[in-house]
Structure formats: structure tokens, C-alpha cells
């Protein structure tokens, strides 16, 4: 039997039993597996299987998706295939918006259509269907296992297993949270298993007086994995005690300990009870600012950027704390070595502290803050050169005669005419024309237009 059927306008389609038999799309259907001719009996839709693998990251399995179930329009894995009078296959959605738009050709081949119905490709929608569906048998049997397990580990753990036995205890309660946490952080999905068998309330009463490091670790590494938190559970994290443990934690542990205790502190500030003066501690910020500062693991210093930029919104009292651990310098030293993404949040952050006295005299004390402000204008986004203009305002303001000479010497007024220049909004350009009219009473005429030219000409 060939592998391929004509279609009456002259175009081909899969064979399904040959195709499978011969191998040409993988291994044949194993024991167990659906059968291709039940595929249309599955209760799960087609393309909400492909939706749930995708969202699983389970979308082929071990294998690659055929290339014969990818449209050469989307590249995605079709749902309904229709085929053209060329022979060409494709999604019907997007064959039929390629159509509406005019064309009379094959996208693939280019040749042109002399007949444009679209042919429904029953054989590969069901050997399509069949191959997704035994990936989601598959998956669903891997999940039921997962969930099991992790559900399992959660009653060792409260002491609820059948038989009943005694909580975990020593290095048998570690071993089980640490394989609860691989299992939390390699499958989403356990996570709403973790919260159905009592691992909620269970991971918050582990973080106690008597807790073991170990324990703590693993714990909260468990809780920031997307475990669903109820308020009840938030409240009881947000104790005083228990707090100041993860801030404990936060300051004695390895890296990813740090970045998890960071990021639970910063879900915590989500909770509408929430109190600012939970986070108005010095050893809470001392350990954010070493996070941020160790440039060896990016991921912490984008959490450590986040939960500092959370608490100078919600806790003013706070900015003046921040000031006083070094902060300002220690952020305007880091922004020429930020990636990109960070760059906003710590001129956000600066931006907050500018607005305290301390912070203001930190930012104009700081040898660092006018060239890298300068060197952001224009760079990264119109946000942060408006968080850029904005600090080099507070400082020349303070200081004219002092901090705008050393601004235009660092190419200031090049850098404001092309902000002026600009699409920028409206009021950035009237703060950026203010700030060159401030450069200029504070620098001689001719040395100021002389140094416009020149630093536009090196530009």
C-alpha cells in the first residue's frame, strides 16, 4: 500500500496505516496508548491538548513534533489541515486568511491555483490526533505519578500517611522536603497537589523558632515555587517570627537560598494586610543590598532590585534606612554593569531616595551619579531617561555652581539637546530645555556652546 493517497483535484494526503506502520512519523502505537481510530473519541479537544502539553513543556515528548503536522504558514502544529489543489497542506485558518488577502498562489510552491477549495485532510487530522493523544495519555499517567508522590511526601511529612505514622523527623524530614521541592520546581502542576494534601499550612509551620537551616531552606524554596497561599497562610508568614527567620536565612544562606527568601518577602508585600513596618529592618536590607551587589547570579539581583523598588513604594519611612546602609553610591556604581531589564528599577529605586534630604545629599555626594546619569539619557528607555534627568535636576539644583559645569564637561547639553530633539513626551523635554537653561547660567556662553558642538561632533 503506497504511503500516500490521491486526492481527486490532484494533491496527496498520509495514509494513517501505513505511516504508522512503516515508521515514518516515530514509533508505532505502544501497549496502552490510544488507538489512532479512537483519537475523535478523546474527551479532550485537539487543540487544548496541544495547549495543556505547551503549557507543560511537554508539547513532543522525547520526540520532535512530524514535520508533516507543521503548517508552513505558522509553524505550529495544525488542528484542522486542509490541503490545496497542489498537494500543499496547511491549517485552514491560515490558508484561508492567506486567500482573503488576495492571493491566488500556493504559499509554499508559489505555483499558481487553478482551483482554490480546500480539502479537509481527514487522514492527517487523525494521525495528527492520534500522536498527541498518546503524549497525553502520557503525560497525564507521568502527572498522576508526580501528584502521587508529592502528595504522599506531604502526609509522611504531617504524619497523616496510611498507616498512620509519626511526622518525619531529622534528616528524613529534609530528604522529603528536598525531593518535594524538585518535584514543585520540575512540574508546576504539583504545586495545586502540595496545597490539596495540607502542604501549606505544613511548609508554614516549619518556619518556627526550632527550625533547622536545612529545613528553612527547603521550605521556603517550596513556597516560592507557585504554591497557591492562602490569606490564612499568608498572615501566619507574616509574623514577626517568622520573618525575621527568612531574614535570618536571607543572610546566612547560599545564593539560591537568598533569591528564594527574597522572593517570598516580595509575595508577602502582595497580601492586602500587609504592614510596611515589617520590612523596616536594617538586616533586611543590608542582605537585599549584598544580593544585588553580587553580580555572579543576575537572578538575585533582579529579585533584590524588585523587593528594594517594592519597599521604597509602600514604606517611605524605609527610604531614609536605605540611604543610611550606602545604597545611593553602591546602585550608581552598579548602572553601567546592569542588563537592561534592571536598569529602571534601581534609577527607580535612586529616584525614591532622591526624594528624602539624606538621599538628595547622597546622590550630589556620590563622584559617580552625573556621568552615569548622562551616559543613560537617550540609552535605555524614555522611562529611564526620565529617571536619569530627573537625578541630575535634584543634583544641579542643589549645587548649580558645582554639579552643572561637571555635567556639561560630561556631556550633558549634547545629550538634553537630543532629548529636546526628540519624540519624547511633552513635559520630558520641558524638564530637559529647564536643566540646559540651569547648564548654561552656570558655565561660560562660549565654553558652553563650544562644548555642545564638540561633544555632538564625537557623538
Known amino acids: 500500500m503506497p504511503q500516500y493517497q490521491e486526492l481527486p483535484c490532484g494533491g496527496q494526503v498520509l495514509d494513517i496505516d501505513t505511516a504508522l506502520k512503516d515508521g515514518i512519523l516515530g514509533a508505532a502505537l505502544e501497549p496502552g496508548d490510544a488507538a489512532a481510530g479512537d483519537a475523535g473519541k478523546q474527551p479532550v479537544e485537539l487543540r487544548k491538548m496541544m495547549d495543556e502539553l505547551d503549557a507543560a513543556g511537554d508539547g513532543g515528548g ?66 495528527i490526533a492520534a500522536w498527541f493523544s498518546r503524549r497525553y495519555t502520557r503525560f497525564k499517567k507521568r502527572s498522576a505519578d508526580f501528584h502521587g508522590r508529592a502528595a504522599d511526601l506531604v ?10 505514622r509519626q511526622p518525619l523527623k531529622g534528616q528524613a524530614r529534609v530528604a522529603a522536603l528536598r525531593e518535594l521541592r ?81 522572593r517570598l518577602i516580595r509575595i508577602l508585600m502582595d497580601e492586602r494586610g500587609f504592614r510596611p513596618e515589617t520590612v523596616a529592618s536594617l538586616s533586611l536590607l543590608v542582605g537585599v543590598m549584598r544580593l544585588i551587589r553580587d553580580k555572579r547570579h543576575p537572578d538575585g539581583v533582579v529579585a533584590g532590585l524588585e523587593l528594594l523598588n517594592s519597599i521604597c513604594a509602600v514604606h517611605r519611612p524605609a527610604r531614609s534606612m536605605i540611604v543610611s546602609i550606602g545604597a545611593v ?111 548654561r547660567l552656570n558655565y561660560t556662553d562660549t565654553l558652553f556652546i563650544s562644548k555642545c558642538k564638540l561633544t555632538r561632533t564625537i557623538q
Open 62 to 127: 522525547d520526540e520532535a513534533v512530524p514535520a508533516v503536522f507543521i503548517c508552513p504558514i505558522s509553524l505550529e502544529p495544525m488542528v484542522d489541515p486542509v490541503t490545496l489543489c497542489t498537494g500543499q497542506t496547511y491549517e485552514r485558518a491560515n490558508i484561508s486568511r492567506w486567500l482573503a488577502l488576495g492571493h491566488r498562489t500556493c504559499p509554499t510552491t508559489m505555483q499558481e491555483l487553478w482551483d482554490d477549495a480546500l480539502t479537509p485532510n481527514a487522514t492527517l487530522r487523525q494521525l
Open 329 to 439: 553610591p553602591q546602585l550608581v556604581e552598579l548602572l553601567p554593569e546592569l542588563a537592561t531589564e534592571c536598569v529602571e528599577p534601581a534609577l527607580d529605586i535612586l529616584d525614591a531616595l532622591s526624594a528624602v534630604p539624606e538621599g538628595r545629599v547622597a546622590l550630589k555626594d556620590c563622584p559617580r551619579t552625573i556621568p552615569n546619569a548622562v551616559r543613560l539619557l537617550m540609552r535605555v528607555s524614555e522611562a529611564c531617561t526620565r529617571r536619569a534627568l530627573s537625578m541630575l535636576w535634584t543634583v544641579c539644583r542643589m549645587a548649580p555652581e558645582e554639579c552643572a559645569p561637571a555635567a556639561v564637561e560630561a556631556g550633558l547639553a549634547a545629550k538634553l539637546l537630543l532629548v529636546i530633539q526628540s519624540g519624547c513626551a511633552p513635559e520630558l523635554k520641558q524638564k530637559a530645555s529647564e536643566l540646559l537653561k540651569l547648564c
Open 155 to 164: 502526609h509522611g511529612l504531617r504524619g497523616t500517611a496510611v498507616p498512620r
Open 182 to 262: 524538585t518535584l514543585a520546581t520540575t512540574h508546576q502542576s504539583v504545586t495545586k497537589a502540595i496545597a490539596e494534601a495540607g502542604g501549606v499550612a505544613l511548609l508554614t509551620s516549619l518556619l518556627g523558632p526550632f527550625t533547622s537551616h536545612a529545613v528553612g531552606t527547603e521550605a521556603v524554596a517550596i513556597l516560592v515555587c507557585g504554591v497557591p497561599l492562602d490569606a490564612d497562610a499568608k498572615a501566619a508568614l507574616m509574623q514577626p517570627a517568622k520573618v525575621s527567620l527568612v531574614v535570618d536565612m536571607l543572610n546566612e544562606g547560599v545564593a539560591d537560598t537568598k533569591i528564594n527568601c527574597v
